[in-house]
């Protein structure tokens, strides 16, 4: 007998990303409540997360992304940045450079020596638009560069001097990241902490964001986002400020020194990097933006290491918020480059949690962009800043179920686990199905569907399955997926 987990529309608890959009506007805002989830609300975008790549490097691929079948890219930071002699050319090297220089700003200009030029960047959305790709631009407004002599005299003459730039505290590294005055007050891994509060600040940094959209930016990542207070985190009164208004002031409820965000926050798609743990007020961020789903891809991670979900919950999102709001990932750029916690997974393994989280009715899901020849023996591969990242995000698979969630706009899904976890079958209404086998192994299947009765075949590999009194049933060979439509 098998043990068989059934849902319908993913039940409550879940998290946010700006507003989900549809189609032509990115499934246009929907003023609701974002802890609120609406079990018949269906996502159907994509982000291919670009890390790394240089602006004419995305350029050329520009027509390949969108045949890929995705519908926004992220962009690593194009602000000013760190920039040693001789460094910003590989991804990790000692002399040559390191790929968090660029979450080290110097100052909120556009361009940098990794990612290119203003003129380059230009181009870039020009092309982005041709093809009706959105492009989001991850910002880090949070922190300047370790080195506060290198921070720009422009930069600090804006905000009204170096005194005025930090938080009382802003020097300090934190000791306990569930201290919420250390966690917006003071620096995250030591990056000192800006005083997001100070008008000055935010004019000269919205400013910066105006531009980008002008530009034809049309979304945003927020790195470190929960270490920018809300209005229930303590204030720093020694930096002269009596309210945590950065997120007012970013999502455009309010005006700052005369600026204020120059088009309809509704328009954008934002979400922030809030890392999940104890203390972290998850429902006030999920008034003005998206979420990640950090624990929830922590889960997912466990079952393709394990190559099985048995023992864990696919069902439960872990986050408070509402799951169409979600951005959802397999690995991010930090799980990979970090402490490397995703990055012994193999390429099959992430394409099989790939396309169980894009098949799913709700998140909106980010494809990381590894480097171009990494190995789980060489995670940098070719190390090379700029250049485009391995083949995985045109790979059959990811194509076929990229373009599957935009199919099944409108359809509910029903997640069937086998008993010993292996294989997942997600049936989107009576309109298509997605089959995951996770393991190492053939494995002939039985599992309910919504689908109706009849024959079918793989979009990818040709491979024929068959619903009768709807049962599923075939062979799925090891750590493949299957689109059925």
């Known amino acids: 007998m098998k043990r068989i987990l059934y849902i319908i529309a ?21 003023p609701v409540d974002r802890m609120v989830h609406d079990p018949n609300y269906t996502n159907t975008e994509t982000i291919l997360h ?18 890929a079948g995705f519908t926004m890219i992220q962009t690593s930071p194009v602000n000013a940045c760190f920039s040693p002699e001789g460094g910003n050319i590989k991804i990790l090297d000692e002399k040559e450079g390191n790929w968090y220089h660029y979450y080290q700003p110097t100052d909120w200009t556009i361009g940098n020596n990794i990612v290119g030029t203003e003129e380059e960047m230009k181009v870039m959305l020009d092309e982005a638009k041709k093809y009706g790709i959105r492009v989001l631009v991850d910002v880090l407004p949070n922190h300047t560069a370790f080195d506060i002599d290198l921070v720009t005299d422009e930069f600090y003459a804006a905000v009204g001097g170096r005194d005025k730039m930090f938080h009382t505290h802003g ?56 270490h920018i207070g809300v209005h229930s985190d303590p204030v720093d009164s020694l930096a002269g400020v ?7 002031v970013a999502t455009g409820r309010k005006e700052v020194l005369g600026v204020s965000l120059c088009i309809p926050y509704d328009s954008l798609f934002v979400y922030g990097e809030v890392l999940q743990d104890r203390n972290v007020p998850e429902e006030e961020y999920a008034g003005y933006f998206g979420q990640t789903a950090s624990s929830y891809g922590h889960v997912l991670r466990e079952v393709l290491w394990h190559r099985s979900a048995k023992g864990q919950n696919l069902l439960d999102w872990c986050h408070r918020a509402a799951p169409e709001y979600l951005t959802t990932w397999v690995e991010s750029h930090d799980t990979y480059c970090n402490a490397n916690e995703s990055a012994g997974l193999t390429d099959a393994q992430i394409r099989t949690g790939w396309v169980f989280l894009t098949a799913r009715q709700n998140g909106t899901p980010l494809f990381y962009s590894r480097p ?63 089959i995951i086998n996770f393991s190492l192994n053939e494995k002939p299947f039985e599992l309910t569907t919504t689908l109706a009765d009849g024959a079918y075949t793989d979009q990818v590999y040709g491979a024929a399955f068959s619903v009768e009194n709807g049962i599923l049933r075939g062979t799925v060979q090891p750590e493949t997926t299957y689109i059925l439509q």
């Open 50 to 67: 670009v890390w790394s790549w240089d602006f004419p490097t995305i350029t050329e691929n520009m027509k390949q992304i969108a045949d």
């Open 10 to 30: 993913c039940l409550s608890i879940v998290a946010c990303a700006s507003s989900p959009k549809k189609p032509a506007e990115q499934e246009a805002a929907k």
């Open 242 to 248: 009596t309210e945590n208004d950065f997120w007012d």
């Open 372 to 434: 171009m020849n990494s190995t789980r023996e060489n995670y940098f591969g070719d190390n090379l800043l700029g250049a485009r990242g391995n083949d995985e995000f045109f790979h059959p698979e990811v194509v076929a179920v990229n373009k599957f969630r935009k199919a099944m706009e409108g359809q509910v899904e029903n997640v069937q686990i086998a008993e010993d976890g292996e294989v997942v079958v997600i049936s989107r209404g009576d309109k298509g199905a997605a």
């Open 171 to 226: 020097l300090e590294g934190i000791n306990d990241y569930n201290d919420r005055t250390q966690c917006t007050h003071q620096g995250v891994g030591g990056l000192p902490d800006v005083n997001t509060e100070n008008p000055q600040f935010q004019k000269y940094y919205m400013q910066f964001v105006n531009k980008l959209i002008e530009m034809g930016v049309r979304g945003f990542r927020y790195d470190t986002a929960k």
